[in-house]
């Protein structure tokens, strides 16, 4: 270590007795790569400060939602304003129609839209209303694919449970997982050959948008036929297959919504096609627990008190993270998604640099202003060919940078993030610390 750690340590130590591993998300321990995780102090723009007074260029932004950077000044500005009426009220408020419509306008699928706390929330949900609409209860999820830490979708699952090489959870029902049927991501006739079999069975099936937790690979494109696509791209076929069987298609848009594009994935692939429920999180709470399911009016009108199916919170539409996830939006326009696709484009070919300059495996995938780096050379289509890289190299690169202030996730299955704060000099900071991490990942 190059710099000192001494109070990340003693928080660590502190954390690992009362909170298992030390962490309220299981990423965080560094369990993977190895060492003690910075415990953070401040936060502003594109820089981390950790408790040793150390900086850090952040390229996790809270894994999402820190699309304009640490404490913008308006975001902070809102929620402060917000939080001087009050915390929570538990009845209805008007930020709460405003980030819905702010989402509708921007997502052309959703008609109706409810606020939950998070991710995992949403989808959830999502199948719920599924399974309700159809009478049927298998859903379909693609390996590779992360929908947050439902029963249901933790089978095959991308994020911490490919970082740390789980096949799924325990904890898990027989009965719930019987119900769960993982197909190969991109895999055609294998989706076909399912909905021949059992297509009668199934409520839906639920896709990231665009997968990012096992690192980036997006889908099939209408011009890409390698797959038989027949020049339709993966997602469409997805809906149409499902349609065709009276199934519903679910796109999962937490982490694509708003920062593939400032229409999500969606705003890149939806072309002559549409899902019938999308789920939300991340950016459009713009760092405060935000998730949100919707999609055609006929199934949201399925919830509770309209219809039979029950789902609820105390704390949904919060006021302060409605007025995070509003002035967040109020940030992106179309300069900051100019902004966000130059940075990631920059970012993109500084480290294919630093790596082929030191002979270092390396693919670079991208779904709009997304993107990860795969330790391999070959193309990554699908879970197995995520899992076959180099994440020893990964770690040696991973420590490297941190060394040198710079944080990356650190697991080589997950997407960089960048954010409207990071600028040609933030940039070149990263840029000035990759040479060194390149030649420690080439020293196997
Ligand atoms: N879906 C996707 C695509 C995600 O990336 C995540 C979180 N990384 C989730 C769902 C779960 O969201 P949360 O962590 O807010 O529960």
Redesign the pocket.
Known sequence: MSHETALSSQLFERAKRIIPAGVNSPVRAFGSVGGTPPFIASASGAILTDADGNEYVDLVGS?GPMILGHANPQVVEAVREAAGRGLSYGAPQAGEISLVEEVARRMAPIEKLRLVN???EA?MSALRVARAATGRDVIVKFAGC???HVDALLAEAG?GVATFAMPGSAGVTASTAADTVVVPYGDREAVRELFARRGGEIAAIIT?AAP??MGVVPPADGTDLRDGGEGIGFNRFLAETAHAAGALLIT?E??TGFRASAGGYYGIDGDGWAPDLM?F??VIGGGLPV?AFGGRADLMDLLAPLGPVYQAGTLSGNPLATAAGMATFEGLDEAAYAHLDRASAQLQALVADALAAEGVAHTIQTAGTLFSVFFRDEPVRTYEDAKDQDTAAFGRFFHSLLDSGIYLPPSAFEAWFVSTAHDDQILDRIGAALPAAAKAAARG
């Open positions: 894994w998070s991710g995992t989808t992360y929908h947050g994020s990231e990012a937790n999962d937490v982490l789920t999180g991340k998730g």
